[in-house]
């Protein structure tokens, strides 16, 4: 019986090593290379081109696999990190043999990204020649990250018939965006651009003039000008304007997201934005880089903040809202339809900012602290300042107040005692302590917390 159970294993290890040599010498359990070389160029797709390119050492029947990729994507720091012997030349003729081998037509999405090299005509040349290739390839998504010294885009790029997003990033320098006279991108939904200098305002006209889909514009750190500059984006519904420099007056009767942060320096602002028209976006975030000037708030600055009234969801910086405090609240309407607020984090002094939208926001349903309840402690005057004596009661429908950051300070407590005495339907109260709190603490604090009065008798406390 022993020696019938030895051979019985022994002939399951014969079977089970006869497939493992059978898959490692390409037998016929090989099922991925058996596959539609359409299918293994869709598989190859997902990976860094440098990857797929890689494949072609498996065997002869990879060897021309990697040409079949519905994506390409250049990574010069992956391309320095894996090889032995790396160079900004043999980078240069890895991409060009690729190119130079790839059929698929068209392609999805074209990324380039190249930090290392400054050569002056390795950046412009090639980098011509590299994406006019990606556009004549019907490339629908085109992504280049680069270092920026003299170098300039194809015009091509802006003729493109099949581009539906453009993303573009330099550093180092800004590109300066020389638009060519006519432009025409019919298929153009998303923009994003980091970094870029436009050299007039009749170039800005002229590139958004041929962007008549662009559903989603970004502009992060660019230039645009100093004249003011008059846009229509009729189809336009997510703005986003970071620290950007220049004046835009835009017609954008679809927009429904708009994020806006800038810098303010003691001489007015880098950016101003108007909407022509009247308009009031669903979402609205409004923020700045500091809080240093001594002037009054300039008037784009409260049209912004008016005409969040019909807004669902408002995210306010701590400098917003300490801009916020000089603004008389009958300036301010009700805010009829917001639902959820965000706010970085608060002083004394803006608390009083956000006991205004606690009482005049009929549908406010959640408030987020992202960063605490209370912090810079430096603009605070009064010692022992206590929230229920110097805020006014307020009356609300807030059903979830989340804090971040929370670091079980009598601050922090006193708040959100005064909190927990308003909001009479208050369902959650969500705190999200420090990394720094320690457990003995953590003990102490929750102790305190259970023993915090609350309007509400369906609120429950957590401390995560």
């Known amino acids: 019986m022993q020696y019938n159970q030895s051979s019985e294993q022994g002939?399951?290890?014969?079977t089970k090593c006869r497939k493992v040599l059978e898959m490692r010498d390409g037998g016929s359990l090989d099922r991925i290379s058996s596959l539609p070389d359409e299918l293994l160029g869709h598989i190859l797709s997902f990976l860094p081109t440098l990857n797929a390119v890689q494949t072609s050492m498996l065997s002869t029947r990879w060897r021309y696999l990697f040409t079949l990729t519905t994506n390409l994507s250049f990574d010069e720091p992956q391309y320095f990190r894996f090889l032995d012997k790396p160079s900004s030349k043999g980078f240069k003729r890895f991409i060009n043999g690729v190119l130079a081998l790839h059929i698929v037509t068209p392609i999805q999405k074209f990324s380039l990204k190249f930090r290392r090299t400054y050569e002056h005509d390795y950046q412009h040349q090639h980098l011509l020649v590299w994406i006019s290739a990606?556009?004549?390839?019907g490339v629908k998504h085109l992504e280049l990250d680069m270092s920026s010294?003299?170098?300039?885009?194809?015009?091509?790029?802006?003729?493109?018939?099949?581009?539906?997003t453009i993303d573009i990033t330099t550093v180092i320098h800004k590109l300066d965006l020389k638009v060519p006279g006519l432009v025409c991108l019919p298929s153009l939904r998303v923009l994003k651009?980091?970094?870029?200098?436009?050299?007039?305002?009749?170039?800005?006209?002229?590139?958004?003039?041929?962007?008549?889909?662009?559903?989603?514009?970004?502009?992060?750190?660019?230039?645009?000008?100093t004249e003011y500059v008059d846009l229509s984006a009729l189809a336009l519904e997510k703005l986003t304007l970071f620290w950007c420099r220049g004046h835009l007056e835009i017609n954008a009767p679809n927009l429904t997201n708009l994020s806006y942060l800038c810098s303010w320096p003691n001489d007015g602002v880098d950016m101003t934005f108007l909407l022509k028209n009247p308009c009031s976006p669903s979402t609205l975030e409004v923020g700045f880089r500091s809080y240093e000037f001594s002037g009054h708030i300039p008037q784009f600055v409260l049209s912004l903040i008016r005409g969040a009234q019909n807004?669902?969801?408002l995210i306010l910086t701590f400098d917003a809202l300490k801009l916020l405090t000089r603004v008389d609240n009958n300036q301010l309407p009700t805010y009829a339809k917001l639902e959820s607020l965000y706010l970085d984090y608060c002083c004394y002094d803006t608390w009083k900012c956000v006991t205004f939208w606690l009482a005049n926001s009929p549908q406010l349903k959640t408030i987020v602290f992202n960063e605490g309840l209370l912090k810079d402690t430096s603009c605070d005057t009064e010692q022992n300042w206590h929230p229920s004596a110097k805020l006014a009661p307020f009356s609300s429908n807030v059903e979830t107040i989340e804090v971040h950051g929370f670091e079980g300070q009598k601050?922090?407590?006193?708040?959100?005692?005064?909190?927990?005495?308003?909001?009479?339907?208050?369902?959650?109260?969500i705190l999200y302590k420090c990394s720094s709190m320690k457990t003995?603490?953590?003990l102490q604090v929750s102790k305190e917390l259970l023993m915090l009065p609350k309007a509400s008798t369906y609120c429950t406390i957590q401390l995560k």
């Open 440 to 442: 003995e603490d953590e």
């Open 149 to 164: 010294r003299e170098i300039s885009l194809p015009n091509c790029i802006f003729y493109s018939q099949t581009l539906v």
């Open 411 to 429: 601050s922090e407590l006193l708040l959100l005692n005064y909190l927990l005495e308003n909001a009479r339907v208050l369902k959650r109260l």
């Open 311 to 313: 807004a669902r969801e």
């Open 11 to 14: 002939m399951i290890l014969s």
């Open 193 to 225: 651009l980091d970094n870029v200098t436009f050299l007039d305002g009749e170039s800005i006209k002229r590139f958004f003039g041929g962007c008549s889909q662009l559903k989603e514009l970004v502009l992060l750190d660019c230039e645009l000008g």
């Open 134 to 137: 990606a556009i004549l390839k």
